[in-house]
């Protein structure tokens, strides 16, 4: 979760400053961190694709999962903190979850409150990013990752027994976890996959030889023509709560069959991925990061190698860029962030519409 360029953040402040001139949206809940939104309507004329599922607070990095019939938003939850932006990410200082649900896409939204909090994981040091959640024998597990006491980010996990929490944490992260953003897979055989992993803030650099180097951060990114770093996964155990092999890295090759070099920042992973499923083909999707595209890849085993198919959707409002792809009744929808109530990179909202696919399976593009 990098910094903006100079010309982006000056837009940005000079748009911030319009919108302190706007009337507030309403909203149902007088929280301290609630967002003043913008009527982006009259204040900027921009149009969006879809709206903000709840106004209330802030919300990002949505991961969307069907239980029991319902939908569930496992989103991180935005704060202002007042701190300066930079390429590690320290603006971005969310201490706690709050999990959304709905009966339907377009549905009612319901705020189920603090389902996870700094202070409840022992382990714990600062900044609660974006999370996933799996369901498997009567228990729900909510995956986090969050800076250690060292300032290392590590995957956690929590239990509950409802889908919404509150959630205990193990008192431990998971053994040989790393990096940022969590996104679990389960496959229709029940295994399930974890995969991990987010440059630049995310530390993913810091992890190239295997062991932990926080020393020289900007330079153990591989330079522009060495092969780019991929995510990171491996499979849960049957308790998920460890995995249950070594972390393996994942492949992502071009059309080519080549791996992308780190310099090719319209294609190479930086954050945020995704596993689905359709037709017995598996679709990793990611951020590129610093070029604000969603991309797919597909192959043919959870554990590729993925090969790139292209682009899923355009630049968001915002800097960063964060999805999950989820089937509900037979519709395949997109759950993704932009910056439509404040304007600023670090204080998001969550969004839904739908994915719709080409007659070969490929992911028809989006632009939000």
């Not at 569930?72 to 939850?77: F, G, K, L, M, R």
């Not at 909090?117 to 024998?137: E, V, Y």
């Not at 959870?302 to 792809?325: A, D, K, R």
Request: net charge negative.
């Amino acid at each position: 979760m990098p910094v903006l360029s100079a010309a982006l953040a000056a837009s940005l402040a000079l748009l911030s400053s319009c919108d302190n001139k706007a009337k507030p949206a309403e909203t149902t809940e007088a929280t301290a961190q609630e967002p003043t939104a913008k009527d982006s309507a009259t204040s900027t004329g921009k149009k969006y694709l879809a709206k903000p599922l709840i106004s209330t607070i802030y919300t990002a990095d949505p991961s969307a999962h069907v239980f029991n019939g319902k939908i569930y938003v496992y989103p991180s939850h935005d704060i202002e903190t007042g701190m300066p932006e930079n390429d590690n990410g320290d603006h971005f200082a969310m201490r706690d979850y709050h999990i959304l649900s709905m009966d339907s896409i377009g549905g009612k939204v319901t705020d189920h409150g603090v389902a996870l909090d700094t202070k409840d994981i022992p382990w714990a040091g600062r900044q609660l990013w974006a999370p996933d959640a799996a369901f498997k024998n009567g228990t729900y597990y909510l995956y986090f990752p969050v800076k250690d006491k060292q300032d290392i980010f590590r995957i956690g996990v929590a239990t509950s027994k409802s889908p919404t929490g509150p959630f205990k944490a193990e008192p431990k992260p998971i053994a040989g976890s790393m990096s940022i953003d969590p996104a679990v897979f389960t496959d229709t055989d029940g295994k399930s996959y974890m995969y991990v992993g987010g440059i630049w803030g995310g530390q993913l650099q810091r992890w190239r030889t295997g062991k932990y180097d926080g020393s020289k951060p900007k330079e153990q990114e591989p330079g522009p023509k060495e092969t780019a770093l991929g995510p990171k996964m491996a499979r849960l155990s049957d308790d998920m709560l460890s995995f249950a092999e070594p972390v393996k890295e994942v492949q992502i090759l071009g059309q080519d069959g080549k791996p992308f070099l780190s310099g090719d920042n319209q294609h190479r992973f930086f954050e945020g991925g995704w596993m689905h499923k359709y037709n017995g083909k598996y679709y990793f999707s990611y951020s590129t990061g610093d070029t604000h595209l969603l991309v797919y890849a597909t192959g043919d085993s959870p554990y590729g190698p993925f090969t790139y198919q292209g682009v899923l959707m355009n630049p968001v409002e915002g800097w960063t860029t964060h999805h999950s792809i989820v089937e509900v009744n037979g519709k395949w929808y997109i759950f993704y962030h932009d910056t439509e109530l404040s304007g600023k990179t670090w204080l998001r909202n969550v969004k839904v519409t739908e994915l719709k696919r080409k007659p070969d399976g490929g992911l028809e593009l989006i632009n939000p």
